[in-house]
């Protein structure tokens, strides 16, 4: 009998209730020839290779990272509940220590949904990494800094805009340039807000970027980042659209590539994002990573229409980003000298499309510019739906004067033609609403 040298713990909900539609890429299928290939391949019977069930996610779960608007219920179905729910449940595996690491091979999927919920954008209503970041802070407050790496072909937007003013939590995406694919952004200058400068980092890759490029990448900008950055805990957002396979993307990624990447991060917790290439890709992809995960051999793995050859990056691909890779990493080492904002306030506007639900917003955001905690932030969104809202955060550790702006801004609002507005106050777990 084969035995992992690492115990990892398995969370299989392929959400047999929800699809956008029959045909779309996002649908059951999804997660369904992955369990028949993790079966035929005989992976757990691999001794410490375990599955476990899902939970469910709390709608006070929801509202840690979410201001849904005008509520939870109305966003999410009890799919998604269980999504986030089985998130929830991989880092209790780890962090109780009843496994070494676990994967979250569920759906619906979530790093497209932004702090402010009003519909869905990416195939994504909650962000359930996000749920489960402020689930593991909320309940193991020793865990101080967190590392989200999100492999998903697409940029992680969503995650990016939870974590935009926090720098206990360091993003890194990497993905396909936003010049040729949705969303349409993840570029180095999108560096985090005026107190997390740095701890937002994107790598945006040419088109048909395949092994050689995005490892060259992982091993030489995301592992000294990760190091000097020293985590308590290591999230991979483990979408893999950029599999050369995928029909709505242009990469050109293996699932011998995906499992090297995993070996290499050794993250705790992976969760599963995108990735549409049901038959073809994903039960390679998926066996390839919890095999790594479980310090496994996987070097079996292999598509059978595989040809290394065909899918190589051209020479010119991989000295850009060998030169991108080397920009970046000294832009990393330069955060501690950005020049932050002199006002006490800083302001950014900006129009988001929920793309799957047809939804337009208009956001104006202002957050206090502080050097003793990441920012009390308010949000004025306005959405095509009609509902217009005042959204205020009180971060994690907020110093006295961020609390007695948050409280300020949500006992006063400075009008009355809000719909609602709304409150989330992180230290002391309580989440508000007062309906104008």
Not at 383 to 407: D, F, K, N
């Amino acid at each position: 009998m084969i035995t992992a040298r690492r115990k990892t713990g398995l969370i299989f909900f392929p959400a047999y209730d929800w699809e956008i539609s029959p045909s779309h890429p996002e649908r059951q299928e999804r997660l369904l020839y992955t369990q028949d290939q993790v079966m035929e391949e005989g992976v757990l019977d691999i001794e410490g290779i375990t599955e476990f069930k899902a939970g469910l996610a709390t709608e006070k779960d929801i509202c840690r990272p979410h201001f849904c608007v005008p509520d939870v219920e109305s966003r999410i179905t009890p799919s998604h509940s269980v999504s986030a729910g089985g998130c929830i449940e991989a880092a209790r595996l780890v962090l109780d220590g009843t496994v070494d690491n676990a994967f979250a091979l569920v759906r619906p999927p979530g790093h497209h949904a932004m702090r402010v919920v009003h519909g869905a954008r990416g195939f994504c209503n909650i962000n359930i990494e996000a749920v489960m970041i402020e689930w593991v802070r909320k309940h193991y407050p020793h865990i101080r800094k967190i590392a989200v790496v999100d492999t998903d072909c697409h940029h992680g937007d969503g995650t990016q805009d939870v974590y935009w003013h926090d720098p206990n939590v360091l993003y890194i995406s990497l993905h396909q340039d936003g010049r040729t694919l949705y969303p349409g952004s993840g570029f180095p200058e999108e560096f985090g807000g005026p107190n997390a400068l740095g701890k937002n980092l994107n790598i945006p890759l040419p088109p048909r970027t395949s092994d050689e490029g995005i490892l060259h990448v992982m091993e030489h900008f995301v592992m000294p980042v990760l190091k000097d950055f020293e985590p308590d805990l290591i999230i991979n957002s483990a979408g893999q659209d950029n599999h050369y396979s995928d029909p709505i993307t242009n990469m050109s990624f293996t699932a011998g590539g995906y499992a090297r990447l995993n070996e290499i991060l050794a993250p705790d917790i992976c969760v599963l994002e995108g990735g549409y290439s049901i038959e073809a890709a994903l039960p390679y992809v998926n066996t390839g990573i919890i095999l790594a995960l479980a310090g496994v051999d996987y070097s079996y793995i292999r598509e059978p229409d595989l040809d290394p050859e065909r899918i190589r990056e051209d020479p010119r691909v991989i000295d850009y980003i060998r030169n991108l890779t080397d920009d970046l990493l000294d832009l990393w080492s330069r955060r501690e000298h950005f020049e932050r904002p002199q006002e006490e306030f800083f302001r950014r506007s900006r129009n988001i499309f929920y793309d799957t639900d047809g939804i337009s917003e208009s956001q104006h955001e202002v957050v206090r510019v502080c050097t003793e905690c990441p920012g009390a932030y308010r949000i004025d969104s306005s959405a095509s739906t009609g509902y217009h809202v005042l959204a205020i955060h009180i971060p994690w550790g907020a110093c006295s004067r961020c609390r007695e702006q948050g409280l300020a801004w949500f006992e006063k609002p400075d009008r009355k033609n809000y719909y609602a507005v709304y409150l989330q106050d992180m230290d002391n777990d309580e989440y508000s609403v007062k309906i104008l």
